[in-house]
């Protein structure tokens, strides 16, 4: 599968942003699709996914009741709706493919070119 991140940009903080990655050659259905982050400096991160065929959307504690994560499956795309941004929230974001549903980066075996996300403050 191939993944093409989009949808970053300049945002004030307090403001949105909606992310999409569109899936190519295979359904995103088939995987556990994830999105991460990289802020400078820092290791990349978990921010949120879901498993297989759908099923519960997870998030990492810094995220959870800003981001929102959707999909749709006609046009094979996943979303990550971002709210309340704030400034610690600026970094490189990726979605990712994987088989196994986790965390940590080893866990997908596909990803997106990365789309940047500055929050200014």
């Known amino acids: 599968v191939q993944l093409q991140a989009s949808g970053g940009g300049l945002v004030q903080a307090g403001g949105s942003l909606r992310l999409s990655c569109a899936a190519s050659?295979?359904?995103?259905?088939?995987?556990?699709m994830g999105w991460f982050r990289q802020a400078p400096g820092k290791e990349r991160e978990f921010v949120g996914g879901?498993?297989?065929?759908?099923?519960?959307?997870y998030y990492t504690d810094s995220v959870k009741g800003r981001f929102t994560i959707s999909r749709d499956v006609a046009k094979n795309t996943v979303y990550l709706q971002m709210n309340s941004l704030k400034p610690e929230d600026t970094a490189v974001y990726y979605c990712a493919a994987g088989t196994v549903i986790g965390t940590t980066q080893t866990q997908y075996d596909y990803w997106g070119q990365g789309t940047q996300v500055t929050v200014s403050s």
């Open positions: 050659g295979r359904t995103f259905s088939s995987y556990v």
């Open positions: 879901f498993g297989r065929g759908g099923g519960s959307t």
